[in-house]
Antibody, heavy 118, light 103 residues
């Protein structure tokens, strides 16, 4: 059974930093690109970042470029999101998601809540 | 960047109704479109990928069609479990969502 379990979400002050983790199981982790997607309270889905299967290619939404860094450790079946210079508008539920080729995400975690507030 | 526009934003329907949600791309995306269902407090669930392929385990009352710039998600006979918010997605861009409410 495929499982994605996010962790690391907390309340953090504006300007602070945080690292989210996503533990994957039930599939060959290093065969797949992985994504982070977020959802602000009461709002829609927003793609955040993508990392290729081997970590060699990374992409970011303009809203987080230069502040967030995606990474993975295939030996630990884990995905990460380092979040720096956090802003109030980064407050959201952050999901990790497994890519289904070039069309969609077939598995999502349950999400981890990041709240940026003083 | 490609923009995805979903319509309507809210839809009121009754059990048994046929429901159609539309997603338009600002430029051609071939068939690279996915549809998701999201219920409150839950992660999105993949329904359709590559515009018309039904994800395993998804009821056959859900179907997707279209290519190029215009796509539709159809629920042939709305069931009580289908009241939720639906999103289309192309690559890294999501539509704004369509909430299907009880009429």
């Amino acid at each position: 059974e495929v499982q994605l379990v996010e962790s690391g979400g907390v309340v953090v002050q504006p300007g602070g930093s945080l690292r989210l983790s996503c533990a994957a199981s039930g599939f060959t982790f290093d065969d797949y690109a992985m994504h982070w997607v977020r959802q602000a309270p009461g709002k829609g889905l927003e793609w955040v970042s993508l990392i290729s299967w081997d970590g060699g290619s990374t992409y970011y939404a303009d809203s987080v470029k230069g502040r967030f860094t995606i990474s993975r450790d295939n030996s630990k079946n884990s995905l990460y999101l380092q979040m720096n210079s956090l802003r109030a508008e980064d407050t959201a539920l952050y999901y990790c998601a497994k890519a289904l080729g070039s069309s969609g995400y077939d598995y999502w975690g349950q999400g981890t809540l990041v709240t940026v507030s003083s | 960047d490609i923009q995805m526009t979903q319509s309507p934003s809210t839809l009121s329907a009754s059990v048994g109704d046929r429901v159609t949600i539309t997603c338009r791309a600002s430029q051609s995306i071939s068939s690279w479109l996915a549809w998701y269902q999201q219920k409150p407090g839950k992660a999105p669930k993949l329904l359709i990928y590559k515009a018309s392929s039904l994800e395993s385990g998804v009821p056959s009352r859900f179907s997707g069609s279209g290519s190029g710039t215009e796509f539709t998600l159809t629920i042939s006979s709305l069931q009580p479990d289908d009241f939720a918010t639906y999103y289309c997605q192309q690559s890294w861009t999501f539509g704004q969502g369509t909430k299907v409410e009880i009429k």
